[in-house]
């Protein structure tokens, strides 16, 4: 009897070198998981890819900068046991918009090989390509031309005591609920973009 295993299948030259399962890297670009954002799996449908990112009011694909399918939305927990190692800082770098100010983390570099240009996520604008290696964070704009005083103890100290005292203002849990209301966003993100607007303002 003569077994057919299927066309042009050679069993005994043919079998796999490696037995052990193999796990794509998973796209992921937003804030950190520990930052406390909804997240969604986006798919582009111009490139037929799916990646991970936060959840925002406006959304465009990193890489077609067109408008990315929603999947499915899913907390930090979910994301972090999803993605585990993916997430890790090695495996992240640190950008920033230069048009909208957003930061962010990515691991674009990592998971699309060929290729190493990108457009921001929130206003869909062309990124500047980086200059990091691969696998090392990359310092943001905001702090790669530090000065002594930002890394002062007393200043440090300042941000954070009156930083915290704005978040849990009465005026701004306020603002946060009206922007959640009327835009019909999370209010984590409502909060970000507050934030975002003070950055810029400061930046003037």
Do not use: W
């Not at 701004?172 to 970000?192: Q, Y």
């Amino acid at each position: 009897m003569k077994l057919i295993l299927g066309f042009g299948y050679m069993p005994f030259t043919q079998k796999p070198v490696d037995y052990q399962p193999y796990r794509p890297v998973y796209l992921f670009r937003g804030p950190p998981p520990d930052a406390g954002f909804s997240y969604g799996l986006f798919e582009d449908e111009e490139t037929g890819k799916q990646y991970y990112a936060d959840l925002g009011l406006e959304s465009f694909s990193p890489l077609s900068s067109t408008e990315p399918r929603l999947l499915e939305e899913l907390d930090e927990k979910q994301l972090q046991q999803l993605l585990g190692n993916d997430l890790l800082k090695e495996n992240l770098r640190e950008c920033e918009c230069p048009n909208c100010s957003a930061h962010f983390y990515d691991n674009f570099h990592a998971g699309v090989k060929g290729r190493d240009d990108f457009n921001c996520h929130r206003c869909g604008s062309k990124l500047p390509l980086q200059e990091a290696k691969k696998g090392e964070p990359m310092p943001s704009h905001s702090t790669a031309a530090s000065s002594p005083v930002d890394e002062d103890p007393s200043v440090k100290e300042f941000i954070e005591k009156n930083l915290e005292t704005f978040n849990k203002s009465v005026q701004m849990k306020e603002l946060v609920e009206r922007m959640s209301n009327r835009h019909n966003i999370p209010a984590e993100r409502a909060k970000h973009d507050i934030l975002l607007a003070l950055k810029k303002a400061i930046q003037g």
